[in-house]
């Protein structure tokens, strides 16, 4: 691809000072596959450069984690260290503070094939293990953001009948379209990018609206209704000291919240669903009073 060392470093630019919009004398920590190495190595300099006081790299192998659902105990994987949750909480609660990057190069069916159930419970531990820290990155009490990269097996999925440097190549100009990097000014496209979604939210707030019916060819049509006092939102967060950052890139979000008991109707999914290292495909799913009372899928 031409230029892709300067698409690149673009992209980490972005990614650091726009998404998570690392503060002056803030750590840093990057959550990275072994894949997403040439991308962090240059997150972690755009980060120094913006002032960062560390950066720490948390690396990921998809084959490792395989491995371990597959062969270690579920006990063992449930079991979450509290120097684990600790390792977080430190870097949050010191001077400075803390912010998070995860770089995305996921296999989208690393762990098909293995005990779903197994699957969902040890991530269901990890999750109720690390609900501390959760609380600092879902409440954005802390700057978070993810943004993706290829992983050769996502490109080969996306492309099967290409060699897998084209289907790589072929994902990364994607991305880099995507994610508005292409045109030169990632900060100029992204800003109207984020006006824009702002002026839709805020159109969707005087309409004042109590339910949303979707409806497609494919057979969806459910209505969800709104919680009460819900307000329209944009893609853009602020932390709770004010700090403005991406959650998650690229994105299209204008959002709010459903009224947990008014949800009926049938959604069928257009795409295949990843979930637990695996695709679920074909799946639809029904809801009477915010219940789901059916459900099924062609596959997985």
């Not at 230029?3 to 690149?8: E, H, I, M, S, T």
């Not at 960062?52 to 063992?76: H, I, P, Q, Y």
């Not at 289907?167 to 109207?192: M, N, S």
């Amino acid at each position: 691809m031409e230029n892709f060392d300067v698409l690149l470093k673009k992209y980490a630019d972005f990614i650091v000072r726009v998404g998570c919009n690392v503060q002056p004398q803030q750590t840093l920590i990057i959550n990275a596959s072994l894949e997403a190495a040439p991308l962090a190595r240059l997150c972690v300099r755009s980060a120094f450069e913006a002032g960062a006081r560390d950066v720490r790299v948390d690396w990921s192998d998809s084959a490792v984690s395989r491995a371990r659902m597959e062969l270690a105990s579920e006990e063992t994987l449930c079991e979450v260290k509290p120097y684990v949750l600790r390792s977080y909480l430190d870097y949050a609660e010191s001077e400075g503070g803390v912010c998070v990057l995860s770089l995305l190069a996921s296999d989208p069916e690393a762990l098909a094939g293995l005990d779903a159930g197994k699957v969902s419970r040890v991530s269901t531990a990890r999750r109720k293990a690390l609900a501390p820290w959760r609380s600092y990155t879902m409440n954005d009490r802390v700057q978070w953001s993810i943004a993706a990269m290829p992983s050769t097996a996502w490109a080969r999925k996306l492309f099967p009948g290409l060699s897998r440097d084209d289907a790589v190549e072929k994902l990364w100009q994607l991305i880099f379209d995507t994610c508005r990097v292409t045109g030169g000014d990632p900060v100029g496209a992204w800003k109207a990018h984020l006006d824009r979604l702002t002026g839709l939210r805020d159109k969707l707030n005087r309409l004042d609206l109590e339910s949303v019916r979707f409806e497609s060819g494919n057979g969806t049509d459910l209505t969800v209704g709104l919680a009460d006092g819900a307000v329209w939102e944009s893609a853009a967060s602020r932390s709770e000291k004010g700090v403005s950052f991406l959650p998650n890139i690229p994105t299209e979000e204008v959002f709010t919240a459903p009224h947990k008991d008014k949800v009926d109707g049938v959604v069928y999914g257009t795409k295949p669903y990843i979930h637990g290292g695996q695709a679920i495909k074909g799946f639809h799913v029904t809801f009477k009073g915010g219940r789901i009372v059916e459900y099924g899928a062609e596959e997985n």
